[in-house]
Nanobody, 122 residues
């Protein structure tokens, strides 16, 4: 059983940056692919980024490509999401998730955090 805890959300102006962290406990972190998803008010949760268990491969939604970077530190059991050039439409609750394979589909992930709010203001 893996527990995930996100942090680093907050209020930021458009064009600014934030770095989200997701700390894992209770399992063997390095064995899991990790993903970030987000859910804006009134919308379904959507894929943002994912990274392979080794950190060797990363994948992004088109909407965040070239602005967001996912990374992981297996020694710290933590995955990060560096978000630059933030836009109003990036406002959402951001969730990290752990699964057996790197994927953009929610159903491929077995464990989820509680989420952290990111609000981008004009």
């Amino acid at each position: 059983q893996v527990q995930l805890a996100e942090s680093g959300g907050g209020l930021v102006q458009a064009g600014g940056s934030l770095r989200l962290s997701c700390a894992a406990s209770g399992g063997t972190f390095r064995r899991y692919a990790m993903g970030w998803f987000r859910q804006a008010p009134g919308l379904e949760r959507e894929f943002v980024a994912a990274i392979a268990y080794s950190g060797g491969g990363s994948y992004y939604a088109n909407s965040v490509k070239d602005r967001f970077t996912i990374s992981r530190d297996n020694a710290k059991n933590t995955v990060y999401l560096q978000m630059n050039s933030l836009k109003l439409e990036d406002t959402a609750v951001y969730y990290c998730a752990a699964g057996a394979v790197v994927a953009g589909l929610e159903e491929k992930y077995d464990y989820w955090g509680q989420g952290t709010q990111v609000t981008v203001s004009s």
